[in-house]
């Protein structure tokens, strides 16, 4: 999970490159429940964020500070210790009831992050294994109700971002050596072999999560995307190979056509929080901005099939820990950033992730919120959420808000918007309180 504003994707088949203005026919349908992606991502189960589940990181604040991610995590713990917490973790934040309580609430799809030291780790690397069988169970989980899964590479070794998110905070590394590629590629070469046990469940690998175009070289990027294409063909040659936008406007992918390539899609996620733009919008111009991001991910999808991968409800970073383990926030101010300051005078985190403390009027947009990204999303091939559920984040809790009726349940149930399907999912019309065409 992180930052700027993006669209995420998977799913449904698409071939390369496209010789006309809208995708290439599908080969099948988008996994078992039709067409459109309804999906929630199962973050901080396989690559941990403090800010999902406080509880894992709550003894380091005073103690030790510096531990702010899995990799310093466990070379703190070291790995016996590190070992013996993450199997106790990985056995119960994501359990079959959660997937039931899911596929109930109309979720067709979810998406697993998982990092590569799941599949390789070496020598003065501090992580932990054991991580697959866990993967499996869910796997199968997913299948038995009815689901299906992308598996996400959302961590490399040398780091693709430098976020928490990524394994290791700090600096971006992963194409400064060959390793590090070749590491990579085995990570998705393991993945793949997971998916050829499951081949009615998964239908995507997501081979890199994220990438910051900032840090690295496209060229690089694409020449990865390569032979990732290549690993996963000669392990399951028809399942989606998700490939990340790194942070840049989908258009930058229009010439991203290789001759013979099938069944790719492209991620793009989209936040209102972590940018000025968007963390200093009124409610009104959340909603608003949605009209926006419908048209673009719709203008694109008729190039490239696109799936928003990450959103939220949240319009505050106010979560704890969420900017990073031990950081403020942007919107009160403690946090350092380009304003110097708060969003405006007085604001504050007090009750910002709490749907306990908000208001009539403030559930209202919530809910309002939540089906104005839904339209929009599904202006392309549609979403995932992140995430399934967090310990206190309750906007960034699916669960959570559906079961408190701030998020429809089942997602087509829209109370605001005018929700419209042709019987082309290609030509879906938004039209809804807050956007006219």
Excluded at 180 to 185: A, F, G, K, W, Y
Aim: hydrophobic share 40%.
């Amino acid at each position: 999970m992180k930052v700027l504003c993006i669209l995420g994707a998977i799913f449904g088949f698409i071939s390369l490159p496209y010789t006309d203005g809208s995708p290439a026919a599908l080969s099948r349908r988008f996994g078992k429940s039709g067409d459109i992606i309804r999906g929630v991502n199962l973050g901080g189960q396989f690559v941990l964020e403090p800010w999902i589940k406080p509880s894992l990181f709550e003894e380091f604040s005073k103690t030790n500070p510096q531990v702010v991610d899995e990799w310093t995590y466990c070379a703190a713990l070291g790995k016996s210790e590190c070992e013996s917490r993450l199997q106790q973790h990985w056995s119960t934040w994501v359990t079959e009831s959660d997937i039931v309580t899911l596929s109930m609430m109309g979720i067709n799809h979810v998406r697993i992050p998982i990092g590569y030291w799941a599949f390789t780790v070496k020598d003065g690397e501090p992580y932990v294994q054991g991580q697959i069988p866990y993967l499996k169970q869910i796997l199968q989980w997913v299948g038995k109700h009815q689901m299906n899964a992308v598996l996400d590479l959302h961590g490399v070794p040398g780091s693709q971002n430098g976020f928490d998110n990524s394994g290791r905070l700090g600096g971006i590394h992963w194409q400064e050596t060959q390793e590090n590629i070749e590491r990579s590629l085995q990570a998705v070469e393991g993945i793949s072999r997971i998916a050829a046990q499951f081949p009615d469940v998964v239908n995507g690998i997501e081979v890199v999560n994220e990438p910051a175009i900032w840090g690295l070289s496209k060229q690089g990027i694409i020449d990865y995307y390569k032979r990732a294409y290549t690993t996963i063909r000669s392990i399951v040659p028809n399942v989606i190979m998700v490939i990340h936008d790194a942070f840049t406007s989908p258009s930058d992918w229009n010439d991203f056509n290789i001759a013979g390539w099938e069944n790719v899609i492209l991620d793009t996620h989209t936040y209102h929080v972590f940018v000025k733009d968007r963390l200093t919008l009124s409610r009104d111009a959340h909603l608003q901005a949605t009209c926006q991001d419908a048209a673009n991910v719709r203008n694109f999808n008729n190039k490239l099939w696109t799936v928003t991968g990450e959103w939220s409800l949240a319009t505050t970073d106010c979560a704890r820990w969420l900017n990073g383990f031990g950081k403020g926030a942007r919107w009160d101010g403690t946090l350092p950033w380009e304003m110097n300051g708060p969003v405006y005078t007085g604001a504050t985190c007090s009750g910002q992730s709490s749907i306990a403390a908000w208001d009539a009027p403030t559930r209202t947009f919530f809910r309002q919120f939540a089906e104005a990204q839904m339209d929009a999303y599904e202006a392309g091939s549609g979403w995932f959420f992140w995430n399934f559920k967090t310990e206190e984040a309750d906007d960034w809790n699916y669960i959570k808000l559906v079961q408190t009726g701030l998020m429809p349940n089942p997602p087509t149930d829209r109370h605001y918007s005018r929700y419209s399907l042709d019987n082309d999912h290609w030509n879906v019309k938004i039209n809804s309180p807050w956007c006219h065409e």
